[in-house]
């Protein structure tokens, strides 16, 4: 019985709109902790915030921690004070992302609603990351909205969902 307790607390079901705020609080939280210590561990050891991809690599093996793309722009950004063409190049650099199945639990997505209200910020990053991704494509001729509306980082159809997903899929460079 206490077990489950616990589990309840450390794995909060995301059936319910507090469930979910709890839970995308809980990811944040943890995403957010561990890039603020790497990069405070990274600037102690080598003084230098661009260099972080030559000694730091984050795998995400699942979309659970994917909000560290968008925290790790707006630390680079926000915090470090880095130009955006730069700071996506070093979160590129940085991150990697390996999916091991297609169940919808792997592929998680939030709420545009609850995701704006809890983490504003963190909904612009991934507004422009977006739109950037979106126009590269449409460079290279694909204009098809279908296919465009799949790969976007916005889900228009399930009542505004961000693809968490699709979010950890875009960033890694290697």
């Known amino acids: 019985m206490r ?53 730091v690599a984050i795998q995400l093996n699942d979309t659970h921690p994917a909000i560290g793309v968008a925290e790790l722009m707006r630390l680079l950004v926000d915090v470090h004070g880095v130009a955006w063409k730069d700071a996506w190049a070093i979160t590129q650099a940085t991150f990697s992302y390996t999916n091991h199945t297609l169940l919808p639990e792997a592929l998680e997505t939030w709420p545009v609603g609850l995701m704006e209200r809890l983490l504003p910020r963190h909904v612009q990053i991934i507004y422009l990351i977006n739109a950037l991704h979106l126009d590269a494509l449409r460079e290279k001729g694909v204009s098809d909205s279908g296919t465009l509306a799949n790969v976007s980082l916005i889900d228009e159809h399930n009542g505004r969902q961000v693809r968490m997903g699709n979010l950890a899929f875009l960033a890694p460079t290697r």
């Open 3 to 55: 077990a489950e307790s616990i589990s309840k607390v450390l794995y909060p079901s995301d059936s319910t709109p507090a469930g979910q705020e709890l839970r995308l609080r809980q990811e944040y939280f943890f995403a957010s902790a561990s890039l603020q210590d790497l990069i405070r561990r990274h600037m102690k050891q080598s003084g230098d915030i661009r260099k972080l991809s030559d000694k």
